[in-house]
């Protein structure tokens, strides 16, 4: 559904985007994560039609999405700084939004009037950012998207609302096939929605894959080997950490073949734990000069 082939973009000699390809299927989640100044909103900027492509493509259902209000029809985009004219209300914005969007549903939108509690007519720069973002999502899902791209969706939102907003994401994809992009920070929150990530690193995909086969690729195992044994040198080791005998590793290959191999050293003690998708950014992004270092302080 969302296609990004080869996606170059420079400002003024710094290259953000680096030959970008990513794919988004239709009806997934994907989560798009990476450190900062790794790419990820100008990427998004490009998907949403805002920025145009040096060189490669950019493709909404298989249609360019720059300058293209057929393709724009489809999407709806909520950025991390929340946009509206200065003086509008959340009603003002409803009206704009109905005249430009074909697909806006205002019975969808009065529908959820139950949902974000607040005062249509007030001016949103009057409003808390937790409740523009509220105003901003609403406006969105309302629009009826085929593709809904967010970017740190529930930043300053209580614990109640970002529930209440992963669950109206989630059930339009399952009842509508909506797909959904997102970039967050917060690693612990995409874990629980999304079924793909695609992780970027100085403007390139560093790897894509399901979350099932990222939590694959790394293992991390708490060991105690007896006095006198030391890992096999084999053993692909990204991290090694803990007090006296007992180390917490991570590794790279699945815990099956990994146990294997840490059997055959006869541990005192040994045990599979499952990863975050905080630690897999972490020791994946290791490989690319990019991990937590030691400092003296």
């Known amino acids: 559904m969302i296609e990004l082939r080869g996606v170059v973009k420079d400002f003024e000699g710094f290259r953000a ?9 239709r009806g997934s989640v994907y989560g798009l994560v990476g450190p900062n100044g790794a790419g990820k909103t100008t990427a998004i900027r490009h998907m949403a039609g805002i920025l145009r492509q040096d060189a490669g493509e950019v493709l909404i259902g298989g249609e360019p999405v720059y300058e293209n209000p057929s393709a724009k029809s489809r999407l709806a985009y909520i950025p991390d700084d929340v946009f509206f004219f200065p003086q509008a ?6 009206l704009f939004y109905r005249g430009v969007y074909p697909r806006f549903d205002e019975q969808r939108f009065n529908r959820l009037a139950g949902v974000f509690e607040m005062d249509i007519r007030r001016p949103m720069r009057r409003l808390s950012r937790g409740m523009q973002k509220q105003a901003a999502f609403w406006l969105a899902v309302s629009l ?9 969706p529930v930043d300053g939102l209580d614990p109640v609302m970002r529930r209440q907003v992963w669950g109206i994401i989630m059930q339009d994809v399952a009842e509508n096939g909506v797909t959904v992009l997102i970039s967050s920070h917060n690693l612990r929150e995409l ?8 992780m970027l690193a100085r403007g390139r995909l560093l790897l894509e894959r399901g979350l ?32 006296g005998r007992l180390k917490t590793l991570i590794v790279r290959g699945g815990s099956q073949e990994v146990e294997r191999r840490l059997a055959e050293l006869h541990p005192v003690f040994m045990d599979s734990v499952p990863l975050t998708l905080e630690e ?18």
């Open 212 to 243: 099932a086969d990222l939590q694959d690729n790394l293992s991390k195992i708490q060991l105690a080997l007896p006095e006198g044994v030391c890992l096999p040198p084999e053993l692909d080791v990204l991290h090694c950490s803990g007090p």
């Open 191 to 198: 874990e629980d929605v999304c079924d793909r990530v695609g």
């Open 17 to 25: 985007l680096d030959s970008l390809s990513l794919t988004v299927p």
């Open 280 to 297: 897999i950014f972490i020791y994946e992004l290791g490989g690319a000069d990019y991990a937590v270092k030691d400092v003296a302080l």
């Open 89 to 94: 209300s959340v009603h003002d914005m409803m």
């Open 144 to 152: 009826r998207p085929e593709v809904l791209i967010l970017d740190e």
